[in-house]
Antibody, heavy 119, light 106 residues
Framework: QVQLQESGPGLVKPSETLSLTCAVS?????????CAWVRQPPGKGLEWLGH???????YYNPSLNNRVIISVDTSRNQFSLNLSSVTAADTAVYYC????????????WGQGILVTVSS | EIVLTQSPATLSLSPGERATLSCRAS??????LAWYQHKPGQAPRLLIY???SRATGIPARFSGSGSGTDFTLTISSLEPEDFAVYYC????????FGQGTRLEIK
């Protein structure tokens, strides 16, 4: 079955870069889906951060002001998120998800990882 | 820029009752509208895509409808496990989520 699992540090210092990886099993990320990152700050709703296709093409949420980079490693069937210059406002549960090619819905999600930005 | 507004913010109902959740777009949009159920500590769960298509394994008591600017998620008879936060999500230039409706036990 399709599974996604986030990993990475749970604590990041302000101004540093948040780095997470999503390991995918049960399907090939070289298939016709996007790989996406979504986050949920405490007490708030869901926010799409960006997605990548296995070709390497990316699209990011403009509200993040060019702080996001998503990369893909098809040989390991995983993809990664880098969010630079973090502040306390970036504290959130970060989810990786499979995003449908045309309709942009998310049919499989990781369990999420809480990342806290604090010194 | 399109804004998705969900109402009500909180809905208090009892098991067995019918739940009607609304998602309104600030301008007419495509029918690429999805609904998710989200419980604390869990991943969101896709319920509906394409405004009215149930995702794999979703019980028939969940149904979606609507077009243009107004979309609805209906749960025909609430089960205890249905109490959660529900989000709508649209394909805009990028994926856009509503702010959520909390469905709580009355």
């Amino acid at each position: 079955q399709v599974q996604l699992q986030e990993s990475g540090p749970g604590l990041v210092k302000p101004s540093e870069t948040l780095s997470l990886t999503c390991a995918v099993s049960g399907y090939s990320i070289s298939s016709a889906y996007y790989c996406a990152w979504v986050r949920q700050p405490p007490g708030k709703g869901l926010e799409w951060l960006g997605h990548i296709y296995h070709s390497g093409s990316t699209y990011y949420n403009p509200s993040l002001n060019n702080r996001v980079i998503i990369s893909v490693d098809t040989s390991r069937n995983q993809f990664s998120l880098n969010l630079s210059s973090v502040t306390a406002a970036d504290t959130a549960v970060y989810y990786c998800a499979r995003q449908a090619w045309t309709e942009y819905y998310f049919d499989y999600w990781g369990q999420g990882i809480l990342v806290t930005v604090s010194s | 820029e399109i804004v998705l507004t969900q109402s009500p913010a909180t809905l208090s109902l009892s098991p067995g009752e019918r739940a009607t959740l609304s998602c309104r777009a600030s301008q007419s949009v495509s029918s690429y509208l999805a609904w998710y159920q989200h419980k604390p500590g869990q991943a969101p769960r896709l319920l509906i895509y394409g405004a009215s298509s149930r995702a794999t394994g979703i019980p028939a008591r969940f149904s979606g409808s609507g077009s243009g600017t107004d979309f609805t998620l209906t749960i025909s008879s609430l089960e205890p496990e249905d109490f959660a936060v529900y989000y709508c999500q649209l394909r805009n230039k990028w994926p856009l989520f509503g702010q959520g409706t909390r469905l709580e036990i009355k």
